[in-house]
């Protein structure tokens, strides 16, 4: 890989990790434009690595609460991180293929922009330390289903969370600590596969600064999310994806049939 497209991946996975927008849908949609067809395990590891510390940096404060005196967080999140665990395994053991189609990815982004827009002047009263497990399942649920390509993690949590009850800012908070388990299991996974195919060729040096890129990317990207949405004006990052999806499944089909 060239070493400007490591730093144009790293800043759309930094970016749209946490913008509603789907990582993996334009990473996806990325990669096929630049005709990538090599592994892109090192890299994937790197950058889910970059927007892991991304989380713990800004969140750090909320870990430490849950590490040390919120602990009943941590059974939340274990739950909320199961459905994903599940499905994710099976959709690599039998989808594979589904994580990697721009069609795909172009279907499911009006979808990410018809749930942002349901956000439009919805608030509750509730703190995330007070969510039931049964409703901590319900947002794990919404995770599972972004495992899709297209389908915003952070907006189908956070959109979750409102469902429940969350205050808006404790939408977010929650989303974003469930990305923690959900993004440290995704990396262990893409690091045994880095092991056991291990190539000495790999610039593991330019890939280091891509997670770097991936990292100060993630914090800004963390800070406008959290703003937007205590504005009430997440539900903007619909006009993108609704919009953009077309597009995608236009190209396409275009692709396929003409």
Known sequence: ?????????AAVQ????????????HL??????LGMETDLTALNVMLHAGTLGSILVFYRKSVVNSLTKD?????????????AVVCGLAIKLFFDEVL????????MLPITGMMLLWMVGRDGQMEYAKL??????VIGMFQAFAL?????????????????????????????????PAISLATGYETLKLVRDWDPKVRYDLLVFGALVAFAVGLAALW???????????YWFAFWCIPLGIGIVSWQLYERFV
């Open 1 to 9: 890989m060239e070493f400007w497209q490591i730093i144009l991946l």
């Open 14 to 25: 930094g970016l749209t990790e946490f913008l509603p927008i789907s990582s993996s849908g």
């Open 28 to 33: 996806v949609i990325v990669e096929h434009l």
């Open 71 to 83: 602990q009943d967080v941590i059974w939340l999140l274990a739950i909320g991180t199961l459905p």
């Open 100 to 107: 990697e189609s721009p069609l795909i990815a172009g279907l």
């Open 132 to 137: 039931t497990r049964k409703q901590a399942l």
């Open 148 to 180: 899709l390509p297209g389908v915003s993690r952070s907006g189908s949590t956070i959109v979750a969370g409102l469902l429940v009850g969350l205050k808006r800012p404790a939408a977010a908070t929650f989303s974003f600590l469930l990305a923690i």
């Open 224 to 234: 406008l999310v959290v703003r937007m949405l205590n504005q009430g004006r997440l």
